[in-house]
């Protein structure tokens, strides 16, 4: 009975654990618990039981486990065959438990006991094929965890593996961990390719360092690498840059008597031709070729690219004949499109054309889809004329031009400028049959814009109905910014407008360069209207829209609909950031409302908005025209012990020295000279100066004297001058006190020797004997 019980506890547990797991927000962390209590990779696929979150197994579950991981290895083999079936997504069973996991949102637990009795009628191969068919990787290891904690059901093998197999496309390496605990725990046999996996997973997260740990679980485990896991390893150490130590994985698999195969060598030279060590990846194809292991046609078209990035045809050449004469491969079709493609994407239009030719005299068919990587990269570099004589080319050997072919000429002319004769292609377009799609149109619309014809552009829009086209998105979008850049902002958000009603959204991005430019001519309300229009039509409004618009009152100085548009952040649920309330404290500091200035740095600081250096250039100016230097001096306290800011106190002293305020710079001196570093002495050197200006050589003195105790010295030239207002104020003592602290620095150069030679009968009267 107690056991009924407990199973019955089970099944109500996993009825509810279900809706909660694939509902909640932490759903999308599935390994929350483990990112909360990290523990090394070595002892974490070694905790107990106790440290997950399964409970401990009965005595019957323990009882299945033996009889259900007994002959494992003969059933996976059978399995893996059919995990392979495309027609397993197409069964009935796999599609319905598709879509009760699409509708995890709206569980119930009628809907939850249809699904767990659906799972049990599920072969292990259709389970992986459930799992395979989650667009996100979360959601299938979610419904992992939740199937595998079904009362009376256990996963097979194979499911374990395929989950790993899932993860090794994700960086959510803590769940590979995870269900790599679970298979150690439930004692199912652990394969070679399990751990690669599981660095996989690693490399993706950035990782290598934890990838190359996994080999020491292995060992701990008594799990003996294979070729799959060193190549996976190879390969992490490429992704990460690690050259070096990627060979001395090499050099490992020749100890433990794993011969490298061809996979492992050109996961090498892909290495070498990223960190453009070409000589050493042609050096491992001669060492392949000593240890017998020859190199494929792989082998060789990374080199071959690498040399197409440079254009040396010499090069490749040389790769072609010994790809002939010491490895017996004949370049086929795949290495002339190869060379045609990468050829093509360097901007290296002739030499493309160079090898078409060649690949036709070998009786190689070119279509299409080479000839349009050549006439792209023509446009690109605005070669048209080029462009349009392979279009012509094409159509005399019987390769018709596709509309993606068309496009690009008509992209390239528009960029030249020939926006006439786009417009006449596209005509041609008709009427050879080949009929022009939303991107042909866009290319032709775009170039209108650029070129100043944006009203020309809006008709053709407006005619996309009797041309059996549908403008999308990025249509609207190049007719904003078109006519945002010709100064007519009435037409840009009529097209905004339209937009909207035709179901399409600005982007965030798009609505600001607007609202910008309407800020920009004064236009602030027009801007406001716009974003209450996107925002009430659903479009994603954020922050910087609403800071943008209150930034255009805050330049007509108008604060209360300012204030107005930040209260209306709020109550779209927008948070204002630091850029926000500095363009409010701004403006007040510009009308002299300090009071109202200093509330809402108080209200910034109290959101726990981060102040931004523009923001303490602001309140600094400000306050400093203002003369209240010791609220300014307060409000600073508190803001640099949210975010320090090194130069606040020395834009502080520079600012009340633009202004004349000497005194108040002084008394600050102090804290300036904290640090004595090289932005402090440019403060001190602006006070030094704007007293000698004022005519107070003997404060420009004791600022200079400040700077020798802190072991700063000053500028010579400037004291120079120091020296001889205060002579001719009649402050010689003063005068030779400063030269002789050069003196005891030697900072003195042969130029002033001459100089010296006044006071050096002072000086030697004042040095200790």
């Given at each position: ?12 547990a ?6 909660h ?15 909360n ?14 440290s ?10 323990e ?38 996991i699409?509708?995890?949102f ?7 006991d249809q ?13 992986c ?33 395929t ?23 439930r004692?199912?046999e652990l ?7 599981l ?13 190359l ?5 292995m ?9 799959f ?9 490429v ?19 794993v ?12 290495g ?5 060590r ?26 071959m690219c ?8 010499e ?10 004469n ?6 086929d079709?795949?290495t ?8 093509s ?6 030499e493309?054309?160079?090898?078409v ?32 004589e392979l ?7 019987g390769?018709v ?13 528009c ?7 786009a ?7 008709w ?38 086209w ?24 009529e ?30 309300n ?11 039509k ?33 109550l ?6 630091a ?11 510009k ?8 509330e ?6 109290h ?17 400093c ?26 834009q502080?002293?520079?600012k ?18 904290r ?23 003997l ?21 120079e ?17 400063l030269?002789?602290?050069f ?5 003195l ?7 010296m ?7 030697e ?5």
């Amino acid at each position: 009975m107690l056991l009924i019980f407990n199973n019955a506890l089970q099944k109500q547990a996993s009825r509810t654990t279900f809706y909660h797991a694939f509902t909640s927000s932490s759903s999308l962390n599935p390994n929350k618990n483990l990112q909360n209590n990290p523990y090394t990779l070595i002892s974490s696929f070694n905790c107990s039981s106790s440290s997950n979150n399964y409970g401990s197994s009965t005595e019957e579950e323990e009882e299945k486990q033996v009889n259900f991981n007994h002959n494992n290895s003969q059933q996976i083999q059978g399995l893996k065959r059919g995990e392979n079936d495309r027609d397993e997504i197409k069964h009935p069973l796999v599609k319905e438990v598709c879509r009760l996991i699409d509708l995890r949102f709206k569980w119930d637990p009628n809907l939850e006991d249809q699904l767990r009795q659906l799972i049990r009628s599920l072969k292990p191969s259709q389970i992986c094929t459930v799992l395979q068919n989650q667009s996100d990787a979360r959601i299938a290891l979610q419904f992992f965890y939740w199937s595998d904690r079904l009362w009376r059901y256990q996963h097979h093998p194979v499911v374990y593996n395929t989950m790993l197999e899932i993860l090794s496309k994700t960086s959510l390496y803590q769940g590979a961990k995870r269900v790599i605990r679970l298979m150690i725990r439930r004692r199912i046999e652990l394969r070679p390719e399990s751990y690669g996996y599981l660095m996989i997973s690693f490399s993706r997260a950035g990782n290598w360092r934890k990838a190359l740990q996994v080999f020491s679980v292995m060992e701990k485990a008594k799990v003996t690498p294979n070729l799959f896991v060193y190549n996976v390893a190879v390969y992490v150490m490429v992704k990460a840059c690690k050259l070096e130590m990627a060979m001395k994985i090499l050099s490992r698999m020749e100890l433990v008597n794993v011969s490298p195969d061809v996979v492992t060598y050109n996961c090498l030279i892909k290495g070498y031709c990223d960190a453009g060590r070409v000589q050493d990846a042609m050096d491992l194809i001669e060492d392949m070729r000593a240890k017998g292991c020859l190199p494929d046609k792989v082998s060789y078209h990374i080199l071959m690219c690498y040399y197409c990035k440079d254009n040396r045809i010499e090069e490749i050449r040389v790769l072609m004949d010994e790809m002939l004469n010491k490895s017996k491969l004949i370049a086929d079709q795949v290495t002339y499109n190869m060379l045609i493609h990468m050829l093509s994407k360097y901007g290296y239009g002739f030499e493309a054309i160079s090898f078409v030719k060649e690949a036709e005299d070998r009786d190689f068919s070119v279509d299409k889809v080479e000839y349009s990587a050549i006439i792209h990269s023509f446009c690109q570099k605005g070669d048209v004329d080029k462009a349009k004589e392979l279009v012509e080319e094409m159509c005399a050997k019987g390769c018709v031009p596709d509309v993606v072919t068309y496009t690009d000429v008509i992209n390239g002319l528009c960029s030249v400028g020939k926006v006439d004769e786009a417009k006449k292609l596209i005509q041609r377009m008709w009427k050879i049959g080949c009929k022009p799609n939303t991107v042909s149109y866009t290319a032709l619309l775009n170039g209108l814009c650029t070129n100043g014809r944006s009203l020309e552009a809006k008709e053709m829009l407006n005619m996309s109905e009797e041309e059996w086209w549908v403008p999308n998105s990025i249509t609207y979008s190049v007719l904003i910014h078109g006519f945002r850049r010709e100064g007519k902002l009435t037409e840009a958000h009529e097209v905004i407008s339209e937009m909207i009603r035709k179901g399409f959204s600005p982007t965030p991005a798009e609505i600001n360069l607007l609202i910008q430019s309407l800020c920009q001519e004064g236009r602030p309300n027009d801007a406001k209207k716009l974003m209450e229009e996107c925002l009430n039509k659903g479009c994603d409004v954020n922050a910087v829209n609403f800071t943008t618009v209150i930034h255009g009152f805050c330049q007509k100085e108008d604060l209360n609909s300012a204030f107005s548009v930040l209260d209306d952040m709020y109550l779209n649920n927008i948070k204002p950031d630091a850029v926000t309330y500095t363009a409010i404290i701004d403006t007040l500091g510009k009308k002299g409302d300090i009071e109202k200035a200093i509330e809402m740095i108080g209200k910034m600081l109290h959101k726990s908005l981060i102040p931004t250096p523009v923001t303490y250039r602001v309140v600094i100016n400000r306050f400093c025209q203002h003369n209240r230097v010791s609220e300014l001096l307060s409000l600073l306290e508190k803001m640099l012990s949210r975010a320090p800011c090194k130069t606040a106190y020395n834009q502080v002293i520079e600012k009340l020295c633009c202004l004349g305020n000497l005194n108040e710079a002084y008394k600050l001196l102090g804290r300036v000279l904290r640090t004595a570093s090289r932005m402090d002495a440019n403060s001190c050197h602006m006070l030094i100066e704007s007293y000698l200006k004022k005519g107070d050589p003997l404060s420009s003195y004791k600022v200079a004297n400040r700077m020798f105790s802190r072991n700063l010295v000053p500028d010579w030239k400037l004291c120079e001058n120091v020296s001889k207002s205060l002579a001719v104020n009649g402050l010689s003592h003063e005068a030779d006190e400063l030269m002789l602290r050069f003196v005891e620095r030697g900072k003195l150069s042969p130029k002033n020797t001459k100089e010296m030679q006044r006071f050096s009968t002072r000086v030697e009267s004042l040095l200790p004997c």
